[in-house]
Nanobody
Framework: QLQASGGGLVQPGGSLRLSCAAS????????MGWYRQAPGKQRDLVADVTSGGTTRYADSVKDRFAISRDNAKNSVFLQMNNLKLEDTAVYYC??????????WGQGTLVTVSS
């Protein structure tokens, strides 16, 4: 029900903007976020934002990534700047409702390579 887009191949130091939108209206979304999973590793939180606007970032992306959301469109975005080789991963969006129901996107691949 979530469709993520914006991944691709970028050189180190480059930028990408990921987008994720719900294909239908989801009632009561509280937290929207982005996770990533590199080959052979677990899926980890990158950043999330509450309905009140409180954001949280992984230490590795602070000051480089920025998360934002559009509540009217049930959408979440991730602006990624100064990308590094270690940012290479499949990025997944997630939306969590007030009732604890989690929705996941299908993943979008980000490859940082020279």
């Amino acid at each position: 029900q979530l469709q993520a887009s914006g991944g691709g191949l970028v050189q180190p130091g480059g930028s990408l903007r990921l987008s994720c939108a719900a294909s239908r209206s989801i009632f009561g979304i509280n937290v929207m976020g982005w996770y990533r999973q590199a080959p052979g590793k677990q899926r980890d939180l990158v950043a999330d934002v509450t309905s009140g606007g409180t954001t949280r970032y992984a230490d590795s992306v602070k000051d480089r990534f920025a998360i934002s959301r559009d509540n009217a469109k049930n959408s979440v975005f991730l602006q990624m700047n100064n990308l590094k080789l270690e940012d290479t991963a499949v990025y997944y969006c997630k939306m969590l409702t007030n009732r604890g129901i989690a929705y996941w996107g299908q993943g979008t691949l980000v490859t940082v390579s020279s």
